[in-house]
């Protein structure tokens, strides 16, 4: 019981910044139906910005916060510069053209911080928590804390606010939230803005345990898709349970059987999702417009 | 459907680019020197070092006159730890540099990886990698400078035997290093009398393991446990470790002597022991100490050089460096086959990494002696004796 209870402290840890991920996969999907393949180097930013602010002598809450805003501009840049540019070409045109600023995003981060790993201390000690002969880092309830802040505003913002209600509005049906009078483009621009400060907090939250370096973001963009396409591509539901899904499988997957396999597990769930149940769990049902 | 195919096609394209490639910097001159490290990636910490270290004493050598009356001229490329981008720059080394030797090749992986193409051209190649299956079988153009995992292992489990351990648990990583020191201590461990009674492993971008320590350490009858990995795994090992409140001993490689480890695992750190070069306790090596004055010296120019602690893979590829010059100059010639018949007849170099003595049947020459017991004790490094 208590390994079990092991491996799921270790899979929901891991799943809660899956998640993070997968949201902010899903809060530009839906503003714009492009999979933005340098959501990962938004995490890389976070912590890599952070490391570096706070090397440099600022206070950690202050070096957080402006490693929030560079990553939270980096996605306005991103959205200004590389996609409304190319406005009018195909969706996977699209998605091709976030590969390929992730590949810029993470050599510039190679020249701009460096190629080293490093380290942020935890937030509250390193004092493991025993829960029923099973260990938790303090910093793992920041991880998972974090997550659910984040979860509840963004359902307070798009269900409570006229901001949010018309970034919905734009992902139903753009033209007509044009019509109505929703700044499409500023939209696009908040939503860019907005999945990448949730991509940077969840880099900040996770370095003190995963440690964090130039190219971590490659991976974590691949279990953070592997989530949104097991949720359902666009469901903020079901980014928040892909992810917990997936660190869990991977967590459980290494425990009981073989550690060898652990980064496969996500990758077979993709190909699962997309053979099996290719609108994910929480998807829309398919209706095909004549 | 286009949708779902072509997200498909796409994902497979971002797993393909994992990587981005490095470039070559060159200039003119005369004794051309290939290598080819993983400056950046997941095995960065032995590149980067390795990398500075040959560029720093490159331009001492030839601000001192050279070789052999000629300038050396240095070609790097960045393997970026891939295996195969090793061999593609290994291809170029040869026919497009035409270089007359190579100090590099960073893990075990990129070496082995290029090995066949220096073997079929003849070039001699010192290798910075940490596996024993480099040097073993013996390859007629192949040496190299690190200590081997074996030799790691010897060590490790000597130190063991001293503290009445025999129960133990390994975590190794899935990289080339960590499978190979699995294997070698798998191999060596009966003969210390030490039985492993779970063996676990981690990919190298593994961000997480305490599944596998749990299953360690609900092991029974464990005493200590053994980590054979590099790069930022081993420090995730070691805060998950403190993290499970596991109490047994924990030993890590010679793959993780460098300072960055002790900042990456912290506090958790304390306690930990490893087998490593002279080089990490350079400045607590006694007077008499025979390797004093190299590791000192070579720690004094890095660190005023670059600004930043020195690690034991930059002496590498200092000792593989000097021992090519060292054969050069013998040779008289940078002939492949003459540099090669000399670097075998090395006798009494000593380096970084400790009393170099090859052979036709030994092209490493250091025995167990080289490797010192090392404990991280308030974030420092100690002699254990």
Same mark, same amino acid.
């Given at each position: 019981?208590?390994?079990?209870?092991?491996?799921?402290?270790?899979?929901?840890?891991?799943?809660?910044?899956?998640?993070?991920?997968?949201?902010?996969?899903?809060?530009?999907?839906?503003?714009?139906?492009?999979?933005?393949?340098?959501?990962?180097?938004?995490?890389?930013?976070?912590?890599?910005?952070?490391?570096?602010?706070?090397?440099?002598?600022?206070?950690?809450?202050?070096?957080?916060?402006?490693?929030?805003?560079?990553?939270?501009?980096?996605?306005?840049?991103?959205?200004?510069?590389?996609?409304?540019?190319?406005?009018?070409?195909?969706?996977?045109?699209?998605?091709?053209?976030?590969?390929?600023?992730?590949?810029?995003?993470?050599?510039?981060?190679?020249?701009?911080?460096?190629?080293?790993?490093?380290?942020?201390?935890?937030?509250?000690?390193?004092?493991?928590?025993?829960?029923?002969?099973?260990?938790?880092?303090?910093?793992?309830?920041?991880?998972?804390?974090?997550?659910?802040?984040?979860?509840?505003?963004?359902?307070?913002?798009?269900?409570?606010?006229?901001?949010?209600?018309?970034?919905?509005?734009?992902?139903?049906?753009?033209?007509?939230?044009?019509?109505?009078?929703?700044?499409?483009?500023?939209?696009?621009?908040?939503?860019?803005?907005?999945?990448?400060?949730?991509?940077?907090?969840?880099?900040?939250?996770?370095?003190?345990?995963?440690?964090?370096?130039?190219?971590?973001?490659?991976?974590?963009?691949?279990?953070?898709?592997?989530?949104?396409?097991?949720?359902?591509?666009?469901?903020?539901?079901?980014?928040?349970?892909?992810?917990?899904?997936?660190?869990?499988?991977?967590?459980?997957?290494?425990?009981?059987?073989?550690?060898?396999?652990?980064?496969?597990?996500?990758?077979?769930?993709?190909?699962?999702?997309?053979?099996?149940?290719?609108?994910?769990?929480?998807?829309?049902?398919?209706?095909?417009?004549? | 459907?286009?949708?779902?195919?072509?997200?498909?096609?796409?994902?497979?394209?971002?797993?393909?680019?994992?990587?981005?490639?490095?470039?070559?910097?060159?200039?003119?001159?005369?004794?051309?020197?290939?290598?080819?490290?993983?400056?950046?990636?997941?095995?960065?910490?032995?590149?980067?070092?390795?990398?500075?270290?040959?560029?720093?004493?490159?331009?001492?050598?030839?601000?001192?006159?050279?070789?052999?009356?000629?300038?050396?001229?240095?070609?790097?490329?960045?393997?970026?730890?891939?295996?195969?981008?090793?061999?593609?720059?290994?291809?170029?080394?040869?026919?497009?540099?035409?270089?007359?030797?190579?100090?590099?090749?960073?893990?075990?992986?990129?070496?082995?990886?290029?090995?066949?193409?220096?073997?079929?051209?003849?070039? /001699?190649?010192?290798?910075?990698?940490?596996?024993?299956?480099?040097?073993? /079988?013996?390859?007629?153009?192949?040496?190299?400078?690190?200590?081997?995992?074996?030799?790691?292992?010897?060590?490790?489990?000597?130190?063991?035997?001293?503290?009445?351990?025999?129960?133990?648990?390994?975590?190794?990583?899935?990289?080339?290093?960590?499978?190979?020191?699995?294997?070698?201590?798998?191999?060596?461990?009966?003969?210390?009398?030490?039985?492993?009674?779970?063996?676990?492993?981690?990919?190298?971008?593994?961000?997480?393991?305490?599944?596998?320590?749990?299953?360690?350490?609900?092991?029974?009858?464990?005493?200590?446990?053994?980590?054979?990995?590099?790069?930022?795994?081993?420090?995730?090992?070691?805060?998950?470790?403190?993290?499970?409140?596991?109490?047994?001993?924990?030993?890590?490689?010679?793959?993780?002597?460098?300072?960055?480890?002790?900042?990456?695992?912290?506090?958790?750190?304390?306690?930990?022991?490893?087998?490593?070069?002279?080089?990490?306790?350079?400045?607590?090596?006694?007077?008499?100490?025979?390797?004093?004055?190299?590791?000192?010296?070579?720690?004094?120019?890095?660190?005023?050089?670059?600004?930043?602690?020195?690690?034991?893979?930059?002496?590498?590829?200092?000792?593989?460096?000097?021992?090519?010059?060292?054969?050069?100059?013998?040779?008289?010639?940078?002939?492949?086959?003459?540099?090669?018949?000399?670097?075998?007849?090395?006798?009494?170099?000593?380096?970084?990494?400790?009393?170099?003595?090859?052979?036709?049947?030994?092209?490493?020459?250091?025995?167990?002696?080289?490797?010192?017991?090392?404990?991280?004790?308030?974030?420092?490094?100690?002699?254990?004796?």
């Amino acid at each position: 019981m208590s390994e079990f209870l092991q491996f799921a402290f270790s899979g929901i840890t891991v799943g809660a910044v899956y998640a993070m991920v997968a949201l902010g996969f899903t809060i530009i999907y839906n503003a714009s139906d492009v999979v933005n393949f340098a959501q990962g180097e938004f995490v890389m930013l976070g912590g890599m910005s952070t490391v570096f602010l706070a090397a440099f002598g600022l206070p950690l809450p202050l070096a957080a916060l402006l490693a929030i805003l560079i990553a939270a501009l980096t996605g306005v840049a991103l959205n200004k510069l590389v996609i409304e540019p190319a406005r009018d070409a195909s969706v996977v045109t699209l998605i091709i053209i976030t590969i390929g600023a992730s590949i810029f995003l993470r050599g510039i981060a190679q020249v701009i911080f460096d190629k080293q790993f490093h380290r942020l201390p935890s937030f509250s000690g390193d004092d493991p928590i025993a829960v029923l002969g099973a260990s938790l880092t303090p910093q793992s309830l920041w991880v998972l804390g974090g997550a659910a802040v984040i979860v509840v505003l963004l359902y307070v913002f798009f269900n409570r606010t006229l901001f949010g209600k018309s970034i919905l509005a734009t992902s139903h049906n753009r033209l007509a939230a044009q019509l109505v009078g929703v700044n499409v483009r500023f939209v696009l621009m908040i939503s860019f803005a907005l999945s990448a400060a949730i991509g940077a907090v969840a880099g900040i939250l996770v370095t003190p345990i995963t440690l964090t370096s130039y190219d971590v973001g490659t991976m974590l963009a691949l279990k953070g898709f592997a989530a949104a396409m097991l949720g359902g591509m666009g469901n903020p539901i079901g980014a928040v349970v892909g992810g917990l899904l997936v660190g869990l499988a991977e967590a459980l997957g290494a425990g009981y059987l073989s550690s060898e396999y652990k980064d496969a597990v996500a990758f077979v769930i993709i190909l699962a999702v997309l053979f099996f149940l290719p609108r994910g769990l929480f998807g829309k049902t398919g209706t095909e417009r004549v | 459907m286009f949708r779902k195919r072509s997200l498909m096609a796409l994902f497979a394209a971002v797993a393909a680019l994992a990587v981005t490639a490095g470039g070559p910097g060159a200039a003119w001159a005369e004794i051309k020197i290939g290598s080819v490290l993983s400056v950046t990636g997941p095995a960065s910490f032995l590149g980067d070092p390795e990398d500075k270290t040959l560029k720093m004493y490159v331009d001492k050598i030839n601000a001192g006159g050279g070789v052999l009356g000629e300038k050396l001229e240095l070609v790097i490329y960045d393997d970026g730890g891939d295996a195969k981008k090793a061999r593609t720059f290994a291809t170029r080394l040869i026919e497009e540099d035409e270089v007359v030797a190579m100090v590099g090749g960073s893990t075990t992986g990129t070496t082995m990886a290029m090995v066949p193409l220096f073997e079929e051209a003849e070039i /001699p190649f010192i290798s910075l990698g940490g596996a024993v299956v480099i040097i073993d /079988p013996v390859k007629d153009f192949v040496f190299k400078t690190p200590h081997t995992d074996r030799m790691a292992c010897e060590k490790i489990f000597e130190d063991m035997k001293a503290r009445g351990i025999s129960k133990i648990g390994m975590i190794s990583g899935t990289g080339g290093f960590g499978k190979s020191m699995r294997g070698q201590c798998l191999d060596v461990a009966g003969g210390y009398g030490i039985e492993v009674v779970a063996d676990e492993t981690y990919g190298p971008k593994d961000s997480d393991m305490t599944p596998q320590l749990t299953n360690i350490k609900n092991a029974d009858g464990l005493q200590a446990v053994v980590n054979p990995g590099f790069g930022q795994g081993p420090a995730i090992v070691t805060r998950n470790y403190a993290q499970l409140g596991i109490s047994q001993p924990l030993y890590q490689s010679h793959g993780v002597a460098s300072k960055s480890f002790i900042e990456l695992a912290g506090e958790t750190a304390e306690g930990v022991r490893l087998p490593a070069a002279a080089l990490l306790v350079a400045d607590k090596l006694p007077d008499s100490d025979p390797q004093k004055k190299v590791v000192t010296d070579y720690k004094a120019a890095f660190e005023a050089k670059w600004n930043q602690p020195v690690s034991t893979f930059g002496g590498h590829a200092y000792d593989g460096l000097f021992l090519l010059i060292e054969a050069m100059k013998r040779a008289g010639s940078t002939d492949g086959k003459a540099v090669r018949d000399e670097l075998r007849k090395t006798k009494d170099f000593m380096g970084t990494a400790g009393l170099v003595n090859m052979s036709a049947e030994d092209h490493l020459g250091l025995d167990l002696s080289a490797f010192r017991m090392l404990e991280i004790r308030k974030g420092d490094w100690a002699l254990v004796e």
